[in-house]
């Protein structure tokens, strides 16, 4: 994976400490303090995935960061390599195996994000960065969930994650983005362990099961 750094990715990076110094601060704080306790697990789960479903451990996509610009999403991979007769990659959900299926329950492929924040592509709370294809689809008001950096949680998240339609989290998004602060961010921080636990709302948006991506403004199912 090449991750030289391309234009718009630094412009991105550059802009999140201008306009958020306070929070990309705190975002380095946090992650410095936990990533002792957060390194060990990562490294578990990285020798059980690399075991599971091969080489290479990490799946990376090009996902719209702060403004939409882009930047390239870093997640462990929850599916196998399996090929059929013909040389092709079996479908999804002949490839997802049931630990991929435990990482996505319980948010462990997105442990690799914590590279994104530490990079200043992300911030630990923010709306979920979705699929480049989407920046065409959003409406004025949506696309005003681009104003603050992508996060590895979100009010969304805390807040129904995956089983709110979309609506609902487009809402719950641009309800942060009006709202943002060091102490809400705190508060989501400290609600996301407890949503995980419990697993909560969970529906991961690759499931073979949920079908259906966001088509336009008017669309009412999630993804990630």
Not at 45 to 62: E, N, S, Y
Not at 67 to 83: E, V, W
Not at 137 to 144: I, K, V
Not at 192 to 211: A, N, Q, Y
Request: hydrophobic share 40%; net charge positive; glycine share 8%.
């Amino acid at each position: 994976m090449d991750d030289r750094c391309c234009p718009t990715t630094c412009e991105t990076r550059s802009g999140f400490w201008e306009q958020f110094p306070a929070k990309r601060l705190f975002d380095l704080a946090v992650t410095v303090i936990a990533l002792p306790f957060i390194v060990p697990i990562v490294g578990v789960v990285a020798l059980v995935a690399g075991f599971v479903h091969g080489w290479p451990l990490l799946f990376a996509q090009m996902r719209p960061g702060l403004h939409g610009r882009p930047f390239r999403l870093y997640m462990f991979r929850t599916m196998t390599n399996g090929r059929g007769p013909d040389g092709q990659l079996l479908p999804d959900e002949d490839r997802l195996t049931r630990f991929g299926k435990l990482m996505r329950s319980s948010s462990l492929d997105e442990l690799p994000e914590l590279i994104n924040v530490l990079k200043g592509d992300m911030s630990l709370v923010g709306p979920r960065p979705l699929l480049m294809e989407y920046l065409t689809r959003y409406s004025p008001e949506q696309h005003r969930r681009h104003l603050v950096p992508p996060g590895l949680t979100g009010w969304a998240q805390v807040n129904g994650r995956n089983t709110a339609d979309w609506q609902q989290r487009f809402l719950l998004d641009l309800w942060y983005v009006d709202h943002r602060s060091l102490w809400l961010d705190c508060k989501i921080i400290l609600m996301t362990p407890w949503k995980v636990l419990k697993r909560e709302g969970i529906m991961h948006p690759d499931d073979p099961s949920w079908g259906g991506k966001f088509k336009g403004a008017h669309s009412d199912r999630p993804t990630r």
